[in-house]
């Protein structure tokens, strides 16, 4: 995909106020077909999201975006190749339709190989934490006897996590990778996390943060941090 273009990073401390360019970020679907962006309060993550999301259009790709917010993608709204959702009951419905959409395309690719030429559908989770916390509390409210336990809409992200790479269906998530709900096996999906703009890859276990929570590599001799912005 498309590289965002080269912002200017305030001056780091004991560098004389030197005003420098930041470096560009890539990001490979190819290789890393899920994305997980977490900062803090202010830190960028909508821009960070708007910004992959706006080239990987540009590049012939659809989207569903989830803004349970309202207002952090408003930008999305009436783009023809964007599916946008906001209420917690359509975003639901949304999630749960990407099962049909996952299996669909998974039949296609084995029938005509994986090269068939699949356009990537990316599913943008801004706010992430919030919205797996109101869907949560929506499937408590409707499940009925006999339905199960767990939502379904947290199933369907699940199976998208786990299957979609292979048939270029990809997660960007906005939030926090250390959710129970994700479980270990989800939240290690994320193959690729931007961190306080900046990314971490664990060269052990390909994991994403600073200090690695599943093979437990720390240190420099297990990080590579590579900033962007």
Request: charged content about 20%.
């Amino acid at each position: 995909m498309g590289r965002p273009a080269a912002r200017r990073t305030p001056p780091a401390a004991g560098d004389g106020g030197a005003d420098r360019p930041a470096p560009l970020l890539t990001v490979d679907l190819n290789g890393a077909p899920h994305v997980l962006v977490s900062t803090c309060t202010g830190g960028g993550s909508s821009t960070i999201l708007r910004t992959l999301t706006a080239q990987l259009l540009h590049h012939g790709a659809h989207a569903l975006v989830l803004d349970i917010k309202r207002i952090s993608q408003p930008w999305a709204r009436q783009l023809p190749t964007v599916t946008y959702r906001a209420d917690v009951a359509d975003i639901h419905d949304a999630l749960v339709g990407l099962v049909d959409e996952l299996r669909r395309r998974i039949d296609v690719a084995d029938r005509h190989g994986d090269d068939v030429g699949l356009l990537r559908l990316v599913v943008v989770f801004e706010s992430g934490d919030a919205t797996l916390r109101k869907l949560a509390r929506h499937w408590e409210t409707v499940r009925r006897p006999g339905d199960p336990m767990v939502s379904p809409a947290f199933t369907a992200l699940t199976d998208v996590l786990f299957a979609g790479a292979m048939v270029r269906m990809h997660v960007l998530f906005d939030g926090d990778p250390t959710l129970s709900v994700l479980g270990p096996e989800g939240r290690e999906q994320f193959s690729t996390a931007i961190l306080d703009l900046r990314i971490y890859t664990c060269l052990a276990c390909r994991a994403v943060f600073r200090s690695c929570m599943w093979c437990g590599v720390v240190g420099r001799a297990g990080i590579r941090s590579v900033p962007a912005g």
